[in-house]
């Protein structure tokens, strides 16, 4: 089956810095990697997702770039802001019937 | 557009005993997949069902259960509950089975 690899699972950065998490999946039929944002005593949310045909995603201040080669995919969050302090979750899945498997996840606290 | 509902929000239940969990997901979508959210496990897949057949099932023992009736609504049951079961119990619901949606979980604690 699908096994994540989810690092770093923890992240502190100052307010307005850039974070950067990264995933890396093992099965190549793995054709879409969305991301959720889970806040504290809620849900995992839907943040930005991508395809196997698309490299680069963008949604504002955040984006998501896919290696095929490499089976990495990254999130990419720029000017970060203290209401980005969240648990982040990278997915993957190959499509039709295959389960969604997640990373670990990542703390990441923004620093007023 | 309604999320995905789950109740209860919060339980105790005693060692033994056993628990009934309830998911309506989304209106339009027909998968309805389970996971168990631990701190140390983080989100381990439970089972999905599609139009009231389960299509895929997790490393999980008999002891959890789940079913989906025709509209779509979806139930998962533990039972021998055991102290190792607490957790928060997220249900998501898709179109496709990929692009899943969380509803806000059922905190179950087991003492």
């Known amino acids: 089956g699908e096994n994540v690899e989810q690092h770093p699972s923890t992240l502190s950065v100052q307010e307005g810095d850039s974070a950067v998490i990264k995933c890396t999946y093992s099965?190549?039929?793995?054709?879409?990697f969305p991301w959720y944002k889970q806040e504290l005593g809620k849900g995992p949310q839907l943040i930005i997702d991508?395809?196997?045909?698309?490299g680069e995603k963008k949604d504002q201040r955040i984006a998501v770039t896919l290696n095929k080669t490499a089976k990495h995919f990254s999130l990419h969050i720029t000017e970060t802001q203290p209401e980005d302090s969240a648990v982040y979750f990278c997915a993957a899945s190959g499509g039709g019937y295959q389960k969604v498997t997640f990373g670990i996840g990542t703390k990441l606290q923004v620093i007023p | 557009k309604a999320g995905v509902t789950q109740t209860p929000r919060y339980l105790i239940k005693t060692r033994g005993q056993q628990v009934t969990l309830s998911c309506s997901p989304i209106s339009g979508h027909r998968s309805v997949s389970w996971y168990q959210q631990t701190p140390g496990q983080g989100l381990q897949f439970l089972f999905e069902?599609?139009?009231?057949?389960?299509?895929n099932k997790g490393n999980f023992p008999g002891r959890f259960s789940g079913r989906q009736f025709s509209n779509s609504r979806s139930e998962m049951n533990v039972s021998t509950l055991e102290l190792g079961d607490s957790a928060l119990y997220l249900c998501a619901s898709s179109v496709d089975g990929n692009t899943i949606y969380f509803g806000e979980g059922s905190w179950l604690t087991v003492v």
């Open positions: 099965d190549s039929a793995s054709n879409y």
């Open positions: 991508i395809r196997s045909n698309v």
């Open positions: 069902y599609f139009s009231e057949t389960q299509r």
